[in-house]
């Protein structure tokens, strides 16, 4: 069974593998066990309660009971940029006009912004390749917008993902070799591992603070920004789906969209719906085509599952051993999402997205 619970310092060495495997652009995820120790530790902190707000984050594992092994991470920091600034590029419009001349010209740009500061951010999502099927990495990133469902209050009103940008496959970065190497002469593998250890006094030193023009980049770098890398193109899918859309932010190292929402809007607080647990010996209520996410909404051991059944009448049935995984008795109230958007719910996603470009 596939389990999704709190991180644990007794993952690390699972998590260290996870990292060996991760490759470049996830600098959150660096095979560094001081490093991972930390931030694993900073996780069980927050949940106990004894971190300061700069420093929260929620890490969460998908764990394969069977094999007794973590397979998979995925994250929440609580609030971006208050311990060390936060930074991303915003592309913006700058308009030249000369009526002497008949010259009207509207140019894109690039404009280093801290606007994110505040948000909460969707972070370290990586899966096993051996376990990329059977829906696990759709049940590892969604169950974060169904904790957060449950828990509003511990999150910021908008929440942003930041976008693995195009890099080819020996780590080279066409955005950054048009634009960062011009200001910071280092290998863009070395400035985003550096940025994303927390060493990122050097972006406020030697980034330039004015805007910069695209259409003076080369067409490489032009073609690349707010583009998804390939591997990252199924993450970015599914939360568009969940509600986040590109509103004109990129990285500032390798071009990558960064999507964003306001949390209300998220399908997670929409849609999920409560049920209360019936523990049987056999499941008799009918099986569903999209698994179901079930999380028992326990802040302090939070766990969940996927299921193929729906509750009926409020009642949501589980067998003793789905209620032993999910750590809950007979009568208590879970919560519950579909893993999967429908059809009809995609299109209203999309009108809703149309709409707010033309606006």
């Known amino acids: 069974m596939m389990l999704i619970r709190y991180i644990q310092t007794t993952d690390l060495e699972d998590i260290y593998q996870l990292a060996e495997k991760a490759g470049f652009g996830l600098t959150s995820l660096q095979p560094h066990r001081e490093k991972l120790m930390a931030r694993i530790q900073r996780a069980c902190d927050t949940v106990q309660g004894i971190t300061q707000k700069a420093d ?25 940029g208050l311990s060390e600034p936060w930074y991303n590029f915003h592309v913006g419009t700058q308009v030249h006009t000369s ?7 509207s140019l894109p740009t690039l404009f280093l912004s801290n606007d994110h500061t505040n948000c909460s951010e969707l972070c370290t999502l990586f899966l ?5 099927q059977n829906d696990n990495g759709r049940f590892l990133s969604k169950v974060r917008f169904l904790f957060i469902a449950a828990f509003q209050s511990l999150f910021e009103k908008k929440i942003v993902a930041e976008m693995r940008g195009y890099s080819d496959e020996n780590g080279h970065s066409p955005f950054w070799d048009s634009v960062g190497y011009k200001f910071f002469n ?10 994303g250890t927390g060493q990122k006094a050097f972006i406020a030193e030697l980034m330039p603070r004015y805007p910069i023009y695209i259409d003076m980049l ?6 690349v920004i707010g583009l998804v890398h390939p591997n990252t ?28 929402a306001d949390v209300e809007n998220l399908r997670a607080l929409k849609q999920s719906q ?3 647990v019936e523990i049987v010996s056999e499941i008799s209520q009918a099986q569903t085509t999209s698994p179901l996410m079930i999380a028992n909404d326990h802040y302090a051991d939070y766990k969940a599952i996927l299921v193929f059944h729906a509750p009926v009448d409020g009642v949501l049935q589980l067998t003793e051993q789905q209620a032993a995984q999910l750590n ?12 999967r958007v429908s059809e009809q719910d995609a299109v209203k996603q999309l009108s809703h997205h149309t709409l707010g470009e033309a606006a």
């Open 186 to 195: 280092i290998e863009f593998t070395q400035a985003d591992y550096l940025s």
């Open 328 to 339: 809950v008795q007979e009568h208590d109230v879970v919560r519950l999402l579909s893993i």
């Open 128 to 132: 096993d390749p051996d376990y990329r």
């Open 274 to 276: 409560s049920a209360t």
């Open 218 to 223: 080369p067409v490489e770098a032009q073609k």
């Open 233 to 260: 193109v199924p993450a970015s899918k599914l939360l568009h789906e969940e509600g986040l859309r590109f509103q004109g932010y990129v990285d500032i190292f390798d071009g990558g969209a960064t999507l964003e």
């Open 99 to 105: 009526n002497a001349l008949g010259v009207y010209k």
């Open 56 to 80: 929260q984050v929620y890490l969460f594992v998908l764990e394969d009971t069977q094999m007794n092994k973590v397979i998979g991470l995925c994250g929440i920091e609580v609030a971006l």
